[in-house]
């Protein structure tokens, strides 16, 4: 999903990172709330709530329809990636 | 890590744990009206979970009046999750105005590891004799709510009617169990 919106925003691939947080030492450097977590230029593209602990674990999104999802709604990372390109 | 798991055609492990309440379910203690025993592992941080958790719900409201016994059961490590200890297993049910069902606490994760329970959620089905006759997944997606935990209703339908069910076994969508 994420690679399909960035090359429809013309985003080149290559300027997708993926980093694997692998312990829970990882989790705290990075600031990592769970999996995905999807950044743009820093920015989470749904930022977590302040209740939502930093670990491995799974991420708990909610679509804008209201849907729970493992997976940020597709406009907020369309949103996240022009604002990315905005800046 | 897990024992090997069940297969369709084997007997129930034994099943005793409490609820948030403090009772404790055994598998044992169905009535003879009960028809078919769905034992269901969920818990309260998983996306999976929570995306299939009204249609579990629907679906144990929909089958209570044909005698279908529905236990989730929670078996993650709380101590690194702490969003499923028993405490928050507790303020979830009574947030959510009480479930048509128990929700079990699986603390030492036996009861997962003797089902072979891999995610959140995995859905095993029991005939009035406690034999497996499904085992996986609710429905086909997530994602959809119109698919309303299909193949759960379709395995159920089939053990109250005496039939096999033509589904028997799908794969388990969701979160790892979070093993200590």
Request: a negative charge.
């Given at each position: ?8 925003a ?18 705290e ?59 | ?16 744990l ?36 009204e249609r ?19 078996s993650n ?18 947030a ?85």
């Amino acid at each position: 999903m994420l690679r399909e919106e960035m090359a429809a925003a013309g985003i080149a691939e290559e300027r997708l990172r993926v980093t694997e947080i692998e312990t829970a030492e990882d989790a705290e450097q990075s600031d990592f709330p769970g999996s995905p977590t999807i950044r743009v230029d820093g920015r989470d593209v749904q930022p977590p709530g302040l209740e939502e602990p930093i670990g491995l674990t799974c991420r708990v999104y909610r679509r804008r329809d209201g849907r729970i999802s493992p997976l940020p709604d597709r406009e907020d990372i369309r949103e996240a990636l022009r604002r990315g390109r905005e800046r | 890590m897990n024992e090997p798991g069940m297969a369709i055609g084997d007997k129930a492990p034994p099943l005793a744990l409490p609820d948030t309440a403090g009772q404790v379910h055994e598998l044992g203690e169905s009535s003879p009206e009960t028809t078919a025993t769905v034992v269901y592992w969920t818990c309260n941080h998983c996306p999976y979970a929570l995306a299939w958790h009204e249609r579990m719900l629907d679906a144990a409201r929909d089958y209570s009046d044909r005698g279908v016994r529905f236990l989730a059961v929670n078996s993650n490590d709380a101590d690194r999750y702490p969003a499923d200890s028993l405490e928050a297993m507790r303020e979830r049910v009574g947030a959510e105005g009480g479930w048509p069902h128990p929700y079990l606490h699986d603390e030492s994760q036996a009861v997962a590891r003797s089902f072979g329970a891999l995610k959140t959620p995995d859905v095993f089905v029991f005939d009035s004799g406690l034999t497996l006759r499904y085992r996986g997944a609710p429905d086909a997606d997530h994602d959809d709510p119109s698919q309303g935990a299909s193949w759960l209703r379709e395995a159920l339908d089939a053990v109250i009617e005496g039939r096999e069910p033509e589904r028997p076994e799908s794969d388990p969508v969701g979160c790892s169990i979070k093993w200590r």
